[in-house]
């Protein structure tokens, strides 16, 4: 497979330009390129291939390339590929149609299908896209729950995506209540920008003087009015014009930001020339708080005592909380000639993907009938892989609120909605907000937003009355936004896994025991209780399969080969024991030392036992046996689940099985081992059963079938164990000692060593050696 991979950014001027009557507008291109990754079957989130790109201020087109190739040679059939495409963050996806948590919202993205045999492409074109990063995740189909052996042979696609894009470098500037002549034709739009500063309210842009200087036009020069960019969730406001002018308004545009504005000619082989001329209206403004930053300190540290307000003319910026009375007074009065009460917020990072934005002034804010209050929340590139969770409270405790009242909240990207009531929705000129509210019967809602906009967010409050707020014009709520890594830490049947692609970390939940969805929260295929302790026991009783094979074994001598046996049925059982996905866990220590050790006694088993059969001197024997078992323990811990860290000490001990044996059954000139019922009794049953088991290990275990198919796997193998082992040989006596050991039943030993063929008697009169 042949992939070729573009390193860096690539910047290559064209000399294509765009004329106008302001100038010329040049063009560059910008090429960028990620590597070519495996991809895998969805399970979760975390079988997603996750790329990020960004496109920068001012592009015009944006082209991206998918390129999928298979990894091997032989037919896999056609696979569909899944390629999601989301602007700002990465894409929530729900390809399998399993449940969200409850409160938790979310936004479909641009999905799209791509069939794969071998090797396919393709593009995805986007004009004027959205600036900021775009997310690109990619995958196959569900898994089917086949476990899939690493370093087996098997189907494997990888995913390349490649992005280029064109940006103007020198796009105009509008500026506001400032004419701006401009021509556009039907290939060559005019392109220019424009800054909407922080509370501007409203937007509106118009087009006057249109004209394409031809005498039959007839005052209609037919141009098409765009604000905004693309961003797949939501398009540009189109206005079409067909007099000689025309406007396009926004009401709530995005605030701080740069916002786009394109005009073309509907008419072909046509010329417009036109000027263009934009407003915007600041409403509601806070007044400046000074440049000295005293204050904001002792809040920091708690010291704040007082409240302090600020009043001047139509606005109001209050950093305190208000009390309550049924009587007007001079901060009631205050507040009502006030258009926004905002509150400062309290930025503090508490780990990777945890944030926690609390009110200075504590954790109870004020709302108000009068006027909205607004609360800010800046969330950067680092805090979109998480979760967004506000989570809104009445406070009763010092005012009570009527049946007939409520606080309405409106949670929305970009810019706030300062004008809330229940017929108001909770959306800005592009983007959808989030409205929840409380009032006496239901004190808590509830939101969660997986994967926020990297954006600043605005939560506006305000108390609303059907009729009249009586003596309960001002009441409190305790606001509590924060960002988390994964809801609710994935519940009881879920674990909450931290994810990279390359430096962005983002996460999601693994769901166990059958329970599914983004929270591990859907419990349409849960396993029961009764089905869990059921896999827990087979895989751990099933391992007591390995007693017979202990006992065999020292019953023909072989201590070694049985303190081996006998530390793989502990470790297996507490293992697996700790291994089981729901509540029927028990782990005696770590879980990945567990692993290990499981890892390694099962392969050091195979690797004992066939050298055994090989039935070589004891000392090349055990010196075997050490270098293997070092060896195994090496490679475990370099890859312990890879196929051929287990098919590869089987196999160097079978070879050297069968290498003793041709040479003995040469030297004697008879078939080895010699008798036939050792052939038919033992070794062949025994090696049926070590092939069943291995084809069991290898092709048969899936996810739903494991707890039966690897307790069958252990029965198995402590099975072939039993007929595999050779006879007790005829100088070693009943717990395998070698020859000079003694031992009787009334529990008394002696030691009488070989050396150099002599045996060193000693006496018991007067306990000296002597040779005889």
Same mark, same amino acid.
């Given at each position: ?187 060559? *739009? ?14 509106? @842009? ?15 020069? !037919? ?13 540009? @406001? ?15 545009? *995005? ?5 786009? +504005?394109?005009?073309?000619?509907? /008419? @072909? ?28 300190? &002792? ?19 209050? %950093? ?5 009375? &049924? ?14 009460? !905002? ?49 809104? #409270?009445? =406070?009763?405790? =010092?005012?009570?609120?009527? =049946? %007939?009242?409520? +606080? ?19 959306? #800005? ?9 409380? =009032? ?47 809801? /609710? ?73 049985? !303190? ?80 051929? &860290? ?82 007790? /040989?005829?100088?070693? /006596? ?18 009488? *060593?070989?050396?150099?063929?002599? #045996? ?13």
């Amino acid at each position: 497979m042949e992939v070729c991979f573009l390193r860096g950014l690539l910047v290559v001027a064209l000399t294509a330009r765009t004329l106008g009557d302001d100038g010329q507008l040049t063009f560059v291109s910008e090429l960028s390129s990620k590597p070519a990754q495996k991809l895998s079957k969805y399970g979760w989130y975390g079988n997603v291939r996750l790329q990020k790109f960004h496109v920068p201020e001012d592009t015009a087109i944006a082209r991206w390339l998918f390129s999928v190739t298979k990894g091997h040679n032989f037919y896999c059939g056609q696979h569909n590929v899944t390629i999601h495409i989301q602007w700002g963050s990465p894409p929530v996806i729900n390809p399998i149609g399993l449940m969200f948590p409850n409160s938790t919202l979310w936004s479909p993205c641009l999905s799209l299908t791509l069939p794969v045999t071998s090797q396919s492409s393709s593009t995805f074109n986007l004009s004027d896209p959205a600036p900021g990063d775009w997310y690109v995740a990619a995958h196959l189909p569900e898994d089917d729950g086949r476990i899939e052996q690493k370093g087996f042979p098997s189907c494997s696609f990888f995913f390349q995506p490649q992005l280029s894009i064109r940006r103007a470098v020198d796009t105009p500037v509008l500026q506001q209540d400032t004419f701006l002549t401009q021509t556009a034709a039907p290939d060559r *739009p005019a392109r220019l920008k424009l800054y909407v500063p922080e509370f501007a309210s409203s937007l509106s @842009v118009s087009v006057a003087d249109c004209s394409s200087g031809e005498e039959e036009d007839g005052g209609n020069c !037919s141009l098409v009015l765009r604000l905004g960019s693309a961003s797949l969730q939501q398009g540009p @406001v189109t206005a079409n014009c067909s007099g000689i002018s025309c406007s396009a308004a926004l009401s709530r545009p *995005p605030w701080d930001t740069w916002l786009r +504005v394109v005009v073309e000619s509907s /008419e @072909v082989n046509r010329t417009v020339t036109f000027s263009i001329v934009s407003n915007v209206t600041v409403g509601c403004k806070p007044e400046s708080v000074g440049l000295e930053a005293d204050d904001d300190i &002792n809040k920091l540290c708690g010291n704040s005592s007082s409240t302090n307000s600020t009043s001047t003319g139509n606005s109001l910026f209050v %950093s305190g909380t208000v009390p309550f009375s &049924n009587q007007s007074s001079p901060v009631t009065a205050l507040l009502a000639s006030a258009c926004v009460w !905002s509150f400062p917020v309290l930025y503090e990072e508490v780990d990777v993907l945890s944030l926690r934005f609390t009110p200075t002034n504590g954790p109870n804010v004020s709302v108000t009938n009068t006027h909205p209050t607004l609360l800010t929340y800046p969330l950067h590139t680092q805090a979109t892989g998480g979760t967004l969770n506000l989570q809104l #409270t009445l =406070n009763t405790t =010092n005012a009570t609120l009527g =049946n %007939s009242s409520s +606080v309405i909240a409106c949670l929305s990207p970009w810019a706030p909605v300062l004008e809330l009531n229940h017929s108001q929705p909770c959306r #800005t000129a592009f983007f959808g907000g989030y409205g929840i509210g409380v =009032n006496a019967s239901v004190p808590k809602a509830v939101v969660r937003l997986p994967f926020p906009q990297s954006t600043t967010w605005y939560l506006t409050l305000q108390l609303i009355c059907n009729s009249n707020c009586g003596n309960t014009s001002v009441v409190s709520v305790v606001p509590e936004v924060f960002i988390s890594a994964c809801i /609710e830490d994935c519940g009881t049947y879920g674990e909450c896994r931290l994810l990279r692609s390359y430096s962005y970390l983002y996460a999601s939940c693994v769901c166990k025991a059958g329970w599914n969805g983004w929270g591990c929260t859907d419990d349409s295929t849960a396993q029961s209780y009764r089905r869990q302790l059921t896999a827990t026991l087979l895989l751990t009783f099933s391992n007591l399969f390995f007693l017979p094979a202990i006992v065999v074994a020292i019953k023909r001598g072989y201590i070694t080969e049985a !303190s081996v046996y006998l530390f793989t049925m502990l470790f297996s059982t507490f293992y697996h024991a700790c291994d089981q996905p729901g509540v029927a866990v028990l782990c005696i220590m770590d879980y990945d030392t567990l692993q290990y050790c499981d890892f390694l006694g099962s392969v050091c088993s195979i690797w004992v036992t066939i050298l055994c059969m090989a039935r070589v001197r004891d000392t090349f024997k055990y010196t075997l046996f050490m270098l293997g078992a070092l060896l195994i323990a090496m490679s475990m811990q370099l890859d312990r689940k890879g196929l051929w &860290n287990l098919l590869g000490p089987v196999l160097c001990a079978i070879l050297f099985m069968v290498t003793t044996w041709v040479y003995r059954g040469v030297r004697r000139r008879h078939c080895y081992p010699p008798s036939w019922q050792r052939w038919v009794f033992y070794l062949i049953p025994g090696a049926i059963c070590a092939l069943i088991g291995v084809c069991l290990y290898i092709f048969a275990e899936t996810e739903d079938n494991y707890y039966y198919t690897h307790s069958l796997w252990h029965i198995l193998v402590a099975s072939c164990v039993v007929f595999l082992l050779p006879p007790k /040989e005829m100088d070693r /006596e009943v717990l395998g000692w070698s020859r000079g050991w003694s031992w009787s039943w009334s529990w008394s030993w002696s030691w009488r *060593p070989r050396v150099c063929g002599y #045996t060193l008697c000693q006496s018991g009169k007067d306990e000296l050696y002597t040779v005889t």
